[in-house]
């Protein structure tokens, strides 16, 4: 099994709604990952998790919350979002490193497409 | 300068034809190197990953990698119009290890 899933695939949610994205591989990575793309623009890295432990945090606003209950799943949490948050959310995983000290491919999930009204 | 820089395009290539998709990163420690395939509405998939010098051939694709021009490239040969996406160029930043940075993407259009 070589495909990292994402549910749900759309979102519309108001400003003062919470609500979940959720992320699952089981290709035994141990690094994941959470990206958010704007349109026409290449994805940004939000979150980091190696070994179930938040390593990067690329000073994302609290609104966004992730958790990595096991090895194998993601979710981000989302509550009081505004409408300049709505993307398209992605999802990845990877081996955390690989022979000689490179980093591994990292493989995507198809997002979900977030609207915030 | 940007981290990661690739010409935005459109490349516009007829069927049949070589692609020559270019990219370069400013972080010298930088090891490994990832080119992705996004299609409109899409998530980006992986097509190529180098990690050393020199060339890399995978089927229609080779990847291309210089290190001391901190230099990596992309060829599809013989286009296909359904390989008529954007093409984002990926480098792992060194001082955090397994952070990707990626390029604006080139759009490339093959036309048959």
């Known amino acids: 099994d070589t495909e990292v899933t994402q549910t749900p695939k759309h979102l519309v949610m108001g400003m003062t709604n919470k609500k979940s994205l959720k992320c699952e591989q089981h290709m035994g990575h141990r690094a994941m990952y959470w990206y958010k793309q704007k349109a026409k623009k290449p994805p940004e890295l939000m979150f980091v998790?190696?070994?179930?432990?938040?390593?990067i945090n690329e000073s994302v606003p609290s609104r966004f919350s992730p958790e990595c209950p096991n090895s194998s799943l993601l979710n981000l949490h989302l509550h009081a979002l505004q409408p300049e948050d709505s993307a398209l959310y992605l999802c990845?995983?990877?081996?955390?490193?690989?022979?000689?000290?490179?980093?591994?491919?990292?493989?995507f999930g198809p997002g979900t497409r977030l609207t915030v009204l | 300068q940007k981290e990661v820089e690739q010409n935005s395009g459109p490349l516009s290539v007829p069927e049949g034809a070589i692609a020559s998709l270019n990219c370069t990163y400013s972080d010298r420690v930088s090891q490994s190197f990832f080119w992705y395939r996004q299609y409109s509405g899409k998530s980006p998939e992986l097509i190529m990953s180098?990690?050393?010098?020199g060339d890399k051939e995978d089927g229609r694709f080779t990847a291309q990698l210089n290190k001391a021009s901190q230099y990596v490239s992309l060829l599809i040969r013989d286009s296909q119009p359904s390989d008529s996406a954007t093409y984002l160029c990926a480098v792992n930043k060194g001082e955090y290890g397994n952070k990707l940075v990626f390029g604006a993407g080139t759009i490339l259009r093959v036309k048959s």
């Open positions: 998790y190696s070994y179930e432990k938040l390593s």
């Open positions: 990845a995983s990877s081996q955390v490193r690989g022979e000689g000290g490179v980093w591994n491919e990292q493989f």
């Open positions: 180098i990690y050393s010098n």
